[in-house]
């Protein structure tokens, strides 16, 4: 199993970015997903969870700013990210939750930084 996170980089307060987790080795399409972050000295957090029927769900701080969705075809789950704060600066992992849980799977992880 192994997880390629890309898309993050340095953005304005108030801008997007679109961030695309590439997953392989394991039967994508049965399997939730998840988006979490790491900010600098604290813990890793869950920020959005997506169903295999497509049934998203968000962390309080992000609702309504973050989409996260999924291409079953492409083996790759997404994160739009908008109305961007300085608080959302963190390096961005997926991974299905169950093995986030467990602790296994993590990918290097996207950096996004939000200046203000």
């Known amino acids: 199993v192994q997880f390629v996170e890309s898309g993050g980089g340095l953005v304005q307060a108030g801008g997007s970015l679109r961030l695309s987790c590439a997953a392989s080795?394991?039967?994508?399409?049965?399997?939730?997903m998840a988006w979490y972050r790491q900010a600098p000295g604290q813990q890793r957090e869950l920020v959005a969870t997506i169903s295999t029927g497509g049934i998203a769900n968000y962390a309080d701080s992000v609702k309504a700013r973050f989409t996260i969705s999924r291409d079953n075809a492409k083996n790759t789950v997404y994160l739009q990210m908008t109305s961007l704060t300085p608080e959302d600066t963190a390096v961005y992992y997926c991974?299905?939750?169950?093995?986030?849980?467990?602790?296994?799977?993590w990918g290097q992880g996207t950096q996004v930084t939000v200046s203000s």
């Open positions: 991974n299905a939750p169950n093995w986030g849980t467990l602790g296994v799977y």
């Open positions: 080795g394991y039967t994508f399409s049965i399997v939730a």
